[in-house]
């Protein structure tokens, strides 16, 4: 099965504090890649973050850095200092080549 | 960046009739790009994946005549929902890969909602 596990379908976070979103994933694919993505109340799906299965190093872009932990197959978002416009659906996302395969989503509320 | 650019954002239409939408690469060449359907509060749902210059892969369970999906050139993809019913109002969002990256990352258009009266 090519299963991405998302166990928390809302979570809560105070304005200026850290996040963290998980996501676990099933594979026994040896190169695959992991994507985060931000869906808003407007629909757009937005790019956060990518890790690759062979990366050694923990992704980063600004606020948003990825856990890779890749013998647990975990792929947490860590989210710092929140702001209110980080209120959101997050997707995590396996892919394999061209195929993606999503998780059922995080919804996010920054709370001021 | 990468932008992907759909049209319309939204529409609303009459049971019977057909629907375009439009997929754009705005400044990338995209030798592959995906449609996907989501239902309010779900993930998304890949219908087909789309190359350009060759036929659509449909997903199990897509009907290929109703869902037609075009891609005639490295910038456009277009999904036509033919005699279209209520049950067909959702979402529709696309997706593109850049021709030349690594990572396959896929970069999301804005979205169509359509509303079949």
């Known amino acids: 099965a090519q299963k991405i596990t998302q166990t928390q379908p809302g979570m809560f976070v105070q304005e200026k504090e850290a996040v963290t979103l998980d996501c676990t994933y099933d594979t026994s694919d040896p190169s695959y890649g992991l994507f985060w993505y931000k869906q808003p109340s407007s629909g757009e799906m937005i790019f956060l973050i990518y890790?690759?299965?062979?990366?050694?190093q923990n992704a980063t872009e600004g606020r948003y850095s990825l856990n890779f932990q890749k013998a647990r197959k975990s792929a947490n978002l860590v989210i710092s200092a929140s702001q209110l416009g980080d209120s959101a659906m997050y997707f995590c996302?396996?892919?394999?080549?061209?195929?993606?395969?999503f998780g059922t989503g995080t919804s996010l509320t920054v709370i001021p | 960046g990468a932008v992907v650019s759909q049209h319309p954002s939204r529409v609303i239409c009459k049971s019977g009739t057909s629907v375009k939408i439009e997929c754009r690469s705005l400044d990338f060449q995209a030798t592959t790009m995906f449609w996907y359907r989501q239902f309010p509060k779900q993930s998304l749902m890949l219908m087909a994946t789309s190359n350009e210059g060759s036929k659509a892969t449909y997903e199990q369970g897509v009907e290929k005549d109703k869902f037609l999906i075009n891609h005639a050139s490295l910038t456009l993809s277009t999904l036509t929902v033919t005699s279209a019913h209520p049950e067909d109002s959702s979402f529709y969002i696309c997706s593109a890969i850049r021709a030349e990256t690594f990572t396959d990352t896929q970069y999301f258009g804005p979205g169509t909602r359509l509303t079949v009266l």
């Open positions: 996302a396996r892919n394999t080549g061209n195929q993606f395969y």
């Open positions: 890790q690759g299965s062979y990366d050694q």
